[in-house]
Nanobody, 114 residues
Framework: VQLQASGGGLVQAGGSLRLSCVAS????????MSWYRQAPGKQREWVAG???????NYQVSVKGRFTISKDDAKNTAYLQMNSLKPEDTAVYLC?????????WGQGTQLTVSS
């Protein structure tokens, strides 16, 4: 499985951005996807996840501001981020698993200016 994340950039606080993660090499619709993020000097943290049935879960700090979704026809997962805060600044990575195997995208940088 290969994951290609994109959509990061520089945005002002309060702004919005949508990240995309395109998956290849596997049947996308059978699996869930997650987004993680890693800020400088901090550990990688889980942000949001969506299972193959479309059920979503969010880290408390982003609930109500971020929305994860997936388009099985496009083999793509999305992370819509609204009301962005400077503390959301991080490299965002998409993740999926196939049994015991983990797959990570290369990450896309989000910088939120105050």
């Amino acid at each position: 499985v290969q994951l290609q994340a994109s959509g990061g950039g520089l945005v002002q606080a309060g702004g919005s951005l949508r990240l995309s993660c395109v998956a290849s090499g596997s049947t996308f619709s059978n699996y869930g996807m997650s987004w993680y993020r890693q800020a400088p000097g901090k550990q990688r943290e889980w942000v949001a996840g969506i299972n193959r049935g479309g059920t979503t879960n969010y880290q408390v700090s982003v609930k109500g501001r971020f929305t994860i979704s997936k388009d099985d026809a496009k083999n793509t997962a999305y992370l819509q981020m609204n009301s962005l805060k400077p503390e959301d600044t991080a490299v965002y990575l998409c993740y999926t698993a196939r049994g015991s195997l983990s797959y990570w995208g290369q990450g896309t940088q989000l910088t939120v200016s105050s």
